[in-house]
């Protein structure tokens, strides 16, 4: 009798033992997008925890930070104002490059200018 006894209980043992890793295997099929429900022994989709929230195990899902329009707005006015601030700096070192090369080359005069031909001018 203490025989049957022990191969039930042993038999039990082995059972729970299976099951329990079963189910970890069950687990661990599930994508990355996906969770083990306990209730309908199945994977199911996390989009589903946006739609039912209090859905048990949807702690599990892991989603991606929502960013808010404002976020948009601002990188285009930051991409906007460095773009302009960079077009206003190239235009500036151009105009005083320009600048400083007109003064460099021009010319000192090496006769007086006379308005009218007069000794020095023979024609």
């Not at 025989?3 to 042993?10: K, Q």
């Not at 929502?66 to 077009?87: C, G, T, Y």
């Not at 010319?107 to 031909?117: A, N, S, V």
């Amino acid at each position: 009798m203490a025989v049957h006894i022990l191969c039930a209980l042993c038999g039990l043992i082995i059972a729970s033992v299976a099951n329990l890793y079963g189910v970890n295997g069950q687990k661990g099929q599930c994508s990355s997008l996906e969770f083990w429900s306990a209730d309908i022994d199945d994977c199911v989709l996390c989009s589903t925890c946006k739609q039912y929230p209090k859905t048990p195990s949807c702690n599990t899902c892991k989603f991606p930070p929502v960013e808010s329009p404002d976020d948009d707005v601002w990188r285009v006015a930051a991409i906007f104002s460095f773009s302009v601030l960079a077009v206003v700096l190239v235009v500036a070192v151009l105009i005083i490059g320009v600048m400083l090369h007109q003064r460099n080359t021009q010319r000192p005069l090496r006769e007086p200018i006379e308005e009218t031909t007069g000794p020095l001018y023979q024609a």
